[in-house]
């Protein structure tokens, strides 16, 4: 059970430098990006220390990972789609944004933003929550 708990954390670390050098394709679904309109594709990366939402060359967002409070994910409408939502504290005030992956990056995306925040994402659908 350890060594598989080791290999599932070099797994996510390894996921996570990955994800880091392309960033990840995403449809922004709406939240607190006030540059962004629900529907915008941007590109998310997950570096060691931070989330970052850019959009054309511009960054519209970066989360600092010691900020973010909750992972949550759950399948779309469609069904090829998966809306993985973010939560972070952002001083006394909590923001919010969700973002659509594409079923085949998904866990990527969760698997990097589990490692660098240290909180475990959670499947909405699992608790009666609808995307």
Known sequence: MRHQVI???CFAIVIALFARANGYNVKYGGGSLSDAKAGTELKMYI???????????????KIPA?????????????????????????GN?????AVQC??????????????????K?????????KN
């Open 7 to 9: 290999a599932g954390l």
């Open 47 to 61: 570096d060691a220390y931070q989330v970052r939402f850019v959009k054309d060359d511009a960054q519209l967002a």
């Open 66 to 90: 010691s900020t973010i409070t909750k992972i949550s994910y759950g399948q779309d409408v469609n069904g090829r789609s998966t809306a993985v939502n973010l939560t972070w504290a952002n």
């Open 93 to 97: 005030q909590e923001s919010r944004l």
């Open 102 to 119: 594409d079923n085949n990056d998904y866990r990527g995306v969760l698997a990097g933003l589990e490692s660098i925040s240290g909180k």
């Open 121 to 129: 994402a959670v499947n909405s659908e699992s608790m009666g929550v």
